[in-house]
């Protein structure tokens, strides 16, 4: 029996109350380590995520001979740059633990190396379809083998030579385009990338940020190679994706108000915020600074009373890992709310359509699964599950968060099986919700 652990819990009329700088972002801390390592001198990263996901990114690089130092304040990393993009060879496989991220860009990094690699990740990675990078990256003269040919593990053979392509994207995935990037810029040729919807645009705008030549007009992103990339100084903002759990908990506890100072706010990733505003939501903004090309701001958040929406089309891929906890916000409010065009979430961590239904209904919830997303009832009482049931994060560390807040909202005592899942993206979360429990 696997061990649960209590979740927080409010007393009384407690809400949400303080100042919060969330973590370093996630997406951009993978990649900042990636350019960094082959980048020409230093890359100094500020707020450099140090979370399981972002740490194995880091191991990988190291065992293919790159030097990365952690300052003791753990707040700055420093990258000792290659300069090229051969790294040293490695027999033992890079495993990758949980990161669904490391893997994709990494297979379109080290996909012309001159000699084999393997990549392997845990069982929730192991699941986790990966034709859809490989595929573009063999048109461009990599072979690499997968199990059952989608899955880890992965063999990349030894390869001398990539030429630029261009692909259209089948599925709106930020990982696909960031491997055919990464492996564009080790081609001989341009390669050009066409989204069907926009999906988050870091990769594009670091390569900018390091000297690389990379353009986008309307939906069509194109890589020149050739241009030397050169160490930075990156100053990495607050996740969205983590600060998500603090704004919708906000809006949905009564007598809550926070401040999230230095959020990332790339336009690419605020479709929770777009959301939440059509559901009535007003969040404030201010402080906005734009540095290596992404912008940040505090956000000001109040309790407030939301509306059902529908969420659905190109909205869907610019809040994607959200939509977890969208689906609890979406039960406080006025209204039913659709989520559709969804079907991305079976992909994820787990098959987040499937989990979130499941994990929720333990509440008593109405929720509906569909296909390609779910139908919520609005205006529900959330009650703590009887003693005999215990939630679950079934590894996923979105999902352990989602419960941590529903659980606030029971103000009774709730048990989390799996909770060690969350220190994938956020090792202080629970503690950092515990702090901001207080009355006003
Ligand atoms: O590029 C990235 O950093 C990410 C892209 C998204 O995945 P997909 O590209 O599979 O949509 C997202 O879900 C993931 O958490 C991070
Ligand atoms: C889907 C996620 O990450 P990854 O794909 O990197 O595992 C996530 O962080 O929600």
New binding site residues.
Partial sequence: MMTAIALPQRKGQQGLVGTLHVPGD??LS??ALMLGALAVGDTVIDRCLLADDVLHTRSALTQLGTEIDVNPDQQTVVVHGRGRFTFAPTVKPIDLGNA??AT??LLGMLSRQPYPLTIHGDASLSQRPLMRVCDPLQQMGATIDLRADNYLPASIHANSSLKGITYQLPV???????AILLAGLQAQGATSIIEPVP??D??ERLLRAFGADVERHGKVITLQPGSLLEGQSIHIPGDL?SAAFFIVAALIIPGSHLVLPAVGVNPTRTGLLTILEQMGAKIGLSQLETLNGEPRASLTIKSQSLKGITIAGAQV?LA??ELPIIALAATQAKGETIIRDAQ?LR??ETDRIKTVVQELKKFGVHIEEKSDGMVIKGQQELMAPPADTVLDSHGDHRLGMMLAVAALLTGGKVLLKQAEAIGISYPTFLADLQSLLKSQ
């Fill in positions: 996630k997406s993978h990649r669904g991220t994709r860009l709106a995935s930020a990982q696909v385009k960031s999906t988050r870091h990769t994706s891929a994607i890992d991305e992909f994820k």
